[in-house]
């Protein structure tokens, strides 16, 4: 399931970056000056998350398996990325929410894309 999963990010790439930046940008948890930038940077991260290999996923993703119980491994690996790294962008003011808000808001879009 979790191979499949993450397999299945490559067909909906652009459309989940997208869909999540705006979701995010919208919900108030990422206040930036460039939604294009979030968006590319979201894309890439998705773009790693397919060519990564078992360990990097779950090295990615460790401080947050117990963030929410059965979680979704794209949206955990995304909640992962937006939290650590794409905090520190430059088009990044400020991130806002709890990291379960956060994955929830993401976890909501990749369902969208990504049946379960």
Not at 14 to 22: H, I, P
Not at 49 to 61: E, G, N, P
């Amino acid at each position: 399931m979790r191979r499949k999963a993450i397999n299945s990010v490559r067909d909906c790439q652009e459309t989940l970056s997208n869909a999540v930046a705006m979701k995010l940008i919208e919900s108030g948890l990422i206040e930036t000056v460039n939604k294009g930038a979030i968006e590319e940077q979201i894309g890439f991260c998705l773009e790693k998350l397919t060519r990564s290999d078992d360990f990097d996923i779950d090295y990615q993703m460790a401080p947050y398996r117990n963030l929410v119980p059965n979680p979704n491994v794209v949206g955990l690996y995304l909640t992962a990325f937006v939290v650590e790294k794409l905090i520190s962008h430059k088009d990044v003011v400020d991130i806002y929410g709890s990291d379960e808000e956060i994955y929830y808001c993401i976890n909501q879009q990749v369902k969208k894309f990504i049946p379960e």
